[in-house]
């Protein structure tokens, strides 16, 4: 049986723990953090004290607990702008996986990138390859075609 909640002037926390005991001079009480605040972040107060000293100070304890509820308030409203700024380690989390996932595809495409071209680059080098072997056997031909030639004139003027 859940147990009813406690008043404005016991210890409040505001954060991620699961739950919170809340003592006043009456009773033990057990509180939900997501009766508190929704968030990540912790914060505590002591509503009882505040409310206490603000009595002490000359106020009425209805005026004490006001002032406490609204100084409270600013503290939730502050810490969630604040929280707003932040990243969970969760959300780091998966953007970091995201970043990596990215970061991998990148390389691969790079590496895909210079292996066509490396390869590109070895099918112009045997095309040229073949290209200097075919005017090299050409050239030793026609090399060939003249000193032949140039034997047969002089042996034509020899004989």
């Known amino acids: 049986m859940p147990m009813p909640r406690p008043p404005l002037h016991s210890l409040q926390m505001l954060g991620r723990s699961s739950s919170l005991i809340a003592c006043d001079t009456s009773r033990v009480q057990v509180r939900h953090m997501s ?5 990540n972040r912790a914060f505590l107060v002591d509503t009882m004290a505040m409310v206490r000293k603000l009595e002490e ?3 009425t304890p209805k005026q004490a607990e006001a002032i406490t509820a609204v100084v409270t308030g600013v503290l939730k ?5 604040i929280s707003q700024s932040f990243v969970s380690k969760e959300e780091m989390h998966k953007s970091e996986m995201l970043h990596e996932a990215a970061l991998s595809k990148f390389k691969g495409e790079v590496k895909s990138s210079q292996d066509n071209h490396f390869s590109l680059l070895q099918r112009d080098t045997e095309r040229l390859r073949t290209d200097i072997d075919k005017l090299r056997s050409e050239l030793r031909y026609e090399i ?16």
């Open 35 to 39: 009766d508190l605040v929704p968030g």
């Open 57 to 59: 100070e000359g106020m």
């Open 77 to 81: 409203d502050s810490i969630s702008i």
């Open 144 to 159: 060939d075609k003249v000193t032949a030639g140039q034997r047969l004139d002089l042996n034509l003027e020899r004989g």
